[in-house]
């Protein structure tokens, strides 16, 4: 099972950016791996916000289509979502996720809070 680690998040104002990274740190075959950001709003249940296939191939929730990006670095086991023209309903928890191709465990990260606020 993958252990991933999130970094990245913050405070910023309505409009703003911000890139957050989720390393994994235990080793496996990163690039066997499906990876995803997930959010979770307060009082909300988590929702998908952006996933990345094995073969790079972006999927987005549509309320972030033309505002976030999602990439991945198989070399340096990270995948890292850049999230442009936020808004305060942006605002949550954002966990990183990561499913193996074939058997094997899915694994989610500890989470890292953004906050968007004037």
């Known amino acids: 099972q993958a252990q991933l680690v999130e970094s990245g998040g913050g405070l910023v104002q309505p409009g703003g950016s911000l890139n957050l990274s989720c390393v994994e740190t235990?080793?496996?075959?990163?690039?066997?791996?499906?990876m995803a950001w997930y959010y979770q709003a307060p009082g909300k249940q988590r929702e998908l916000v952006a996933r990345?296939?094995?073969?790079?191939?972006?999927e987005y929730a549509d309320s972030v289509k033309g505002r976030f990006k999602i990439s991945r670095d198989n070399r340096e086991s990270t995948v890292t979502l850049q999230m442009n023209r936020l808004t305060p309903e942006d605002s949550g928890i954002y966990y990183c996720?990561?499913?193996?191709?074939?058997?094997?465990?899915?694994?989610w990260g500890k989470g890292t809070l953004v906050f968007v606020s004037s």
């Open positions: 990345i296939s094995i073969g790079g191939n972006p």
């Open positions: 996720h990561s499913r193996p191709v074939g058997s094997g465990s899915d694994a």
């Open positions: 235990r080793g496996v075959i990163f690039s066997h791996y499906w």
